[in-house]
C-alpha cells in the first residue's frame, strides 16, 4: 500500500484560482500572437492563400488531444499533470508500466521543457532588441530581464501569476484582434484570398503535408497548462476540463482571425501570388509589423507591444505551471527532495521555480555564444529541439486515455467519446512527431533527430534508474488533488 502521508503534509494553497485564473494561465501560455509571428511564415511558404486552413486542422488535432486529457484530468485532477497521468494511464494496461511510464514522462519533459520556454524568452528579448534599433547583444540583455522581472510574480503565488497572465494575454488578444480587424477593412476586396489556392510551393492542401502540419500543431503547445495547476484550482475535475478545450477553442479562433487578415492583406497588396511569396520568405523577420505599416502605420507601435506582450506572458504562465509538476515529481521521488518543498508563507513551490529560472537563463546565456549571438539561430534550435518530446507526451497520454477509462469508469466508457477521439490524436500528433525528426529538411531542422534523439534515450537511462532507485515511493503519483475524492490507483 502506497504511503501518502508524508506528501500530504507538503500542499500547495487549495482554492486559489477558480475558472477565469485556469483560463488565464492556459490562455498566455499559449501565445497566440508569438505563434503567428513565428509560424505563419513557415506555413504560408508552403501553402499560400489556404494559410489559416492550416491552423484550424492543427487546432482540429490538439482539440482531439485535449478532449484526452480532459478526460484523465477529470478523473485525476493533479498537480502531476502528465506525470501522473502516465503513472495512472500506464498502469491501466499492465501494473507494472505505472512507474517506469511516469518516470519516462518526467524527465522526457523536465529536459525539453526548459528548452521550449527558453526559446519562447530569446524572441522576446530578440523582439525588443530589433524594436529598439539596438545592437545584437542587447537580446540577451532584454530576456534575462524578463526572466528576473518575472521571478518575483511566480513567488508571490498562484493567484498573483494568473491575474497578471490574465491582464498580459487580454492586451495581447484585443491588440491582435483590434489590428487584424483594421487589415481585413482595408483590404476588404481581397477578404476571399484564403478561399482559393494561390501562391506557395507546392501551394494549397498539398502544402499541408509534411513539416507543415507540424508546424501548425506546435502553435498550440500550452493548452495543457490548467493541468498541473489542478491542487490549487476550485473544484478541479469540473475547471481544468474545461479550461483545457475552451483555450484550444479561442486559440484557434484568434489563429484565423490573424492569419485570414494576413493572407488578405498581403494579397489586396502586392496580389496573391507575389503577395504569398512576400509572406512566406523567411527574410521576412515581421510581416505582420510589415501589414501594419502598410495599412495602419498608427497601429505598428501596438504591433510591437503584442509582440513583447505575448512572449512575456508565455513565460510567466509556463514557468508557475511546469514548477508545479516538478513540485509534484519531485515529492514522488523523480527529484532531490529538497526540490519538493513548498514557500510556508506563499504556498508556492519555490525550489522547483527556482530549479527552472536556473535552466532558463543557463539556455539564453549559453547558447547565445555557442551560436555567436544569433537568436533566430537559438530561437529556432530551443523550439525545434523542444517541441517535439512534449509532443510525444502529448501522444501517449492519448493513448493511455481509453485504457484508464475503459479500467476505472466502464460505465461512462464509449468508443465514440474515448476510443476514436485517442486513435485519431495519436495519428495527428505522431505524424507531426514523425515530420519534425526527419533528416530530409533544411538547416537547422535536419539535426533536430540527434538532439531529440539524445534527450529521448537521456529519458530511458534516468527513468530506469529512478524506478529501481524509487520503488514505492513512486506511488505517491496516485493521489489527487486534495480537495476530491482520490480516484482508483493505477497500481
Known amino acids: ?49 489556404f494559410t489559416p486552413w492550416a491552423f484550424l486542422l492543427g ?88 526572466v528576473a522581472l518575472t521571478l518575483p510574480v511566480v513567488l508571490r503565488g498562484a493567484a498573483a501569476s494568473v491575474r497578471t497572465s ?49 508546424t501548425s500543431v506546435s502553435g498550440f503547445i500550452g493548452w495543457e497548462n490548467a493541468a498541473a495547476m489542478a ?53 521576412n523577420a515581421a510581416p505582420y509589423v510589415e501589414l501594419a505599416d502598410h495599412y495602419a502605420p498608427w497601429l505598428t507601435w501596438l504591433v510591437y507591444l503584442i509582440g513583447f506582450l505575448s512572449p512575456a506572458a508565455c513565460y510567466l504562465a509556463a514557468i508557475t505551471s511546469c514548477s508545479r509538476w516538478t513540485f509534484a515529481s519531485a515529492r514522488a521521488g523523480l527529484l532531490p527532495r529538497p526540490l519538493a518543498k513548498v514557500s510556508p508563507r506563499s504556498q508556492v513551490p519555490a525550489a522547483a521555480v527556482w530549479l527552472w529560472t536556473a535552466a532558463v537563463t543557463a539556455l539564453i546565456v549559453v547558447p547565445y555564444f555557442l551560436a555567436d549571438g544569433n537568436a533566430v539561430t537559438v530561437s529556432a534550435y530551443e523550439a525545434g529541439i523542444g517541441t517535439v518530446p512534449l509532443l510525444l507526451v502529448y501522444l501517449l497520454t492519448s493513448l493511455y486515455t481509453p485504457f484508464y477509462v475503459r479500467k476505472h469508469d466502464r460505465g461512462e466508457f464509449s468508443v465514440v467519446k474515448h476510443v476514436l477521439p485517442a486513435v485519431l490524436a495519436v495519428a495527428l500528433v505522431g505524424y507531426g512527431v514523425y515530420e519534425f525528426v526527419l533528416p530530409a529538411q533544411p538547416p537547422p531542422a535536419n539535426r533536430f533527430w540527434i538532439y531529440i534523439g539524445l534527450i529521448f534515450v537521456a529519458a530511458i537511462a534516468f527513468a530506469a534508474v529512478a524506478v529501481r532507485r524509487g520503488g514505492r515511493r513512486l506511488d505517491v503519483l496516485a493521489a489527487t488533488a486534495p480537495d476530491e475524492n482520490p480516484a482508483p490507483a493505477a497500481a
Not at 502506497?2 to 477558480?18: F, K, N, P, S
Not at 498580459?168 to 487584424?180: D, M, T
Request: glycine content about 12%; overall charge positive; charged content about 10%.
Open 231 to 283: 491542487d490549487e484550482i476550485k473544484r478541479p475535475r469540473r475547471v481544468v476540463p474545461i479550461a483545457i478545450l475552451s483555450s484550444i477553442v479561442v486559440v484557434a479562433l484568434l489563429y484565423v482571425l490573424a492569419t485570414w487578415a494576413t493572407v488578405s492583406g498581403y494579397a489586396d497588396w502586392l496580389g496573391p501570388v507575389k503577395g504569398m511569396a512576400r509572406l512566406g520568405d523567411l527574410t
Open 1 to 49: 500500500m502506497t504511503d501518502l502521508t508524508e506528501h500530504r503534509e507538503v500542499q500547495l494553497r487549495r482554492d486559489a484560482i477558480g475558472l477565469g485564473g485556469a483560463l488565464a494561465g492556459t490562455l498566455a501560455n499559449m501565445a497566440p500572437v508569438e505563434g503567428i509571428f513565428i509560424v505563419v511564415v513557415l506555413v504560408a511558404a508552403a501553402m499560400g492563400t
Open 59 to 146: 487546432a482540429l488535432g490538439i482539440l482531439l488531444t485535449g478532449w484526452n486529457v480532459a478526460q484523465l484530468a477529470r478523473r485525476v485532477p493533479t498537480a502531476g499533470s502528465y506525470v501522473a497521468f502516465a503513472y495512472h494511464g500506464a498502469g491501466s494496461i499492465a501494473r507494472g508500466l505505472s512507474r517506469p511510464a511516469a518516470a519516462f514522462t518526467f524527465y522526457l519533459s523536465i529536459m525539453s521543457g526548459p528548452v521550449t520556454i527558453a526559446a519562447v524568452v530569446v524572441f522576446l528579448g530578440s523582439w525588443v532588441q530589433t524594436a529598439l534599433g539596438l545592437p545584437n547583444f542587447w537580446w540577451p540583455v532584454f530576456a534575462l530581464l524578463a
Open 166 to 214: 490574465l491582464l498580459l494575454f487580454l492586451l495581447e488578444a484585443v491588440g491582435l484582434a483590434l489590428v487584424s480587424a483594421v487589415i481585413l477593412v482595408r483590404s476588404h476586396s481581397s477578404l476571399g484570398a484564403p478561399l482559393h489556392a494561390r501562391g506557395g510551393q507546392p501551394g494549397g492542401w498539398a502544402g499541408l503535408i509534411g513539416i507543415t502540419f507540424a
